[in-house]
Nanobody, 124 residues
Framework: QVQLVESGGGLVQAGDSLRLSCVAS????????MGWFRQTPGKDREFVAA????????DYANSVKGRFTFSRDNSKNTVYLQMNSLKFEDTAVYYC?????????????????WGQGTQVTVSS
């Protein structure tokens, strides 16, 4: 098993930046595909960004391309989501997830472990 803990959320104004962190324990993140998702009350969990387990390829949702950057630091067993030019529509609880599967990284059902989430609120 792997345990995931997100941090870095907060309240910002449109146009500002935040960096989210996800620290993993129990297993090394190199053994997993890693992803970021977000969810607003009343809506389904939405794919944001991910790195595949097998090929190590990055993937981003169209809504965040050019603004968000996914990265990882294996020495710290941590992945990050750098969020720039934040919009009101980015407001959500952001979740880190780990996958042992080789399925499509955009689907929440393909992930095995989830963090508790961190709130990001962007004022307009």
């Amino acid at each position: 098993q792997v345990q995931l803990v997100e941090s870095g959320g907060g309240l910002v104004q449109a146009g500002d930046s935040l960096r989210l962190s996800c620290v993993a324990s129990g297993q090394t993140i190199s053994s997993y595909g890693m992803g970021w998702f977000r969810q607003t009350p009343g809506k389904d969990r939405e794919f944001v960004a991910a790195i595949t387990r097998d090929a190590g390829l990055m993937d981003y949702a169209n809504s965040v391309k050019g603004r968000f950057t996914f990265s990882r630091d294996n020495s710290k067993n941590t992945v990050y989501l750098q969020m720039n030019s934040l919009k009101f529509e980015d407001t959500a609880v952001y979740y880190c997830a780990a996958s042992l599967k080789y399925g499509n990284v955009r689907y929440p059902s393909n992930y095995d472990y989830w963090g508790q989430g961190t709130q990001v609120t962007v004022s307009s």
